[in-house]
């Protein structure tokens, strides 16, 4: 059964340093979604992306984040600056772009800011 | 006021009870209304997946939403300990075009043997 697969499960970085946490969606998916979820918090929408630009933005996901699907298979979040608030699961979400509602997940990025 | 509401439990019951879930919302545009469950620092797991008003069954799993009462509820029968975990309410409204998820707090539930 195809799934959306992230890597890596946990990155560990120091306050200030730049990361990317990576996805892959399922092959056949048009939208990609990053969620955050601080932990003992409500799972909450960062960014959607579509026809390789951002679709929609939380005020959460401010100059610091970008997004990007630098080739046909991995669609990537990067944090310029961590900061101790950015620490958090970060889950990549895609669904299929003719009709079809239903987001599948992967198994999320937990990020440690040191 | 919250866009949606859900009780975070914890929700503790015994082998085989029925277990009632539920959500309030305040956005009367929601018209897509997801339950997904989550064990422990995994992602979302799609179990139930509704459109507009109305009910759905899946094997031990209903799905039901009122729209007029902004109430959406999932019902899990004959639980069973595997069934531990969070559950979450996701909802989307009737656009679609982005396919924004605005999710409850979760409900932890915890079935015992």
């Known amino acids: 059964e195809p799934e959306v697969t992230q890597t890596p499960s946990h990155q560990v970085t120091q306050m200030g340093q730049e990361v990317i946490l990576r996805c892959v969606p399922i092959s056949n998916h048009l939208y990609f979604y990053w969620y955050r979820q601080i932990l003992g918090q409500k799972v909450e929408f960062l960014v959607s992306?579509?026809?390789?630009?951002?679709?929609?933005k939380s005020e959460i996901f401010d100059d610091q984040f970008s997004v990007e699907r630098p080739d046909g298979s991995n669609f990537t979040l990067k944090i310029r600056s961590t900061k101790l608030e950015d620490s958090a699961m970060y889950f990549c979400a895609s669904k299929t772009g003719t009709g079809g509602n239903i987001q599948y997940f992967g198994a999320g990025t937990r990020l440690s800011v040191l | 006021q919250k866009e949606v509401e859900q009780d975070p439990g914890p929700l503790s019951v015994p082998e085989g009870a029925i277990v009632s879930l539920n959500c309030t919302y305040s956005n009367s545009a929601f018209q897509y209304f997801m339950w997904y469950r989550q064990y422990s620092r995994k992602g979302p797991e799609l179990l139930m997946y509704?459109?507009?008003?109305g009910n759905k069954e899946d094997g031990r799993f209903t799905a039901q939403v009122d729209k007029s009462s902004k109430y959406i509820s999932l019902f899990i029968r004959d639980s069973q300990p595997s069934d531990s975990a969070t559950y979450l309410c996701a909802m989307m409204d009737g656009s679609g075009n982005t396919g924004k998820l605005i999710f409850g707090q979760g409900t932890t539930l915890q079935v015992k043997p």
């Open positions: 509704t459109y507009s008003s």
């Open positions: 992306f579509y026809n390789n630009e951002i679709s929609e």
